[in-house]
């Protein structure tokens, strides 16, 4: 089993950037292909980015890709989200997931079976 815990949210303007953080406990991190999701208020739960167990391989949904860049520290329990040029439709509640198998993305969040509990992302025009 692992816990994830968020980090790095907060309220920027359009154009900002912004890191997201995530923590897990346990020892057996590089086994779990990780991910982001976000949901914004009325809608429904949104991939966003997802990287391999080893890291060397990631994948973003379109509207980030070229903004967002995700990567993990095996050694620290770690996967980042690094956030550039925000924008107000990128406000939401983002959770970082985990999966232990030897995938790099799936943009079904039933596929993920550990959840953190969120960080809220607020980008103001």
């Known amino acids: 089993q692992v816990q994830l815990v968020e980090s790095g949210g907060g309220s920027v303007q359009a154009g900002g950037s912004l890191r997201l953080s995530c923590a897990a406990s346990g020892r057996t991190f590089s086994s779990y292909a990780m991910a982001w999701f976000r949901q914004a208020p009325g809608k429904e739960r949104e991939s966003v980015a997802g990287?391999?167990?080893?890291?060397?391989?990631?994948d973003y949904t379109g509207s980030v890709k070229g903004r967002f860049t995700i990567s993990r520290d095996n050694a620290k329990n770690t996967v980042y989200l690094q956030m550039n040029s925000l924008k107000p439709e990128d406000t939401a509640l983002y959770s970082c997931?985990?999966?232990?198998?030897?995938?790099?993305?799936?943009?079904?969040?039933?596929?993920?079976?550990?959840w953190g509990q969120g960080t809220q992302v607020t980008v103001s025009s």
């Open positions: 997931a985990a999966v232990p198998l030897d995938i790099t993305y799936s943009s079904d969040y039933k596929q993920y079976r550990y």
């Open positions: 990287i391999s167990k080893s890291g060397s391989s990631t």
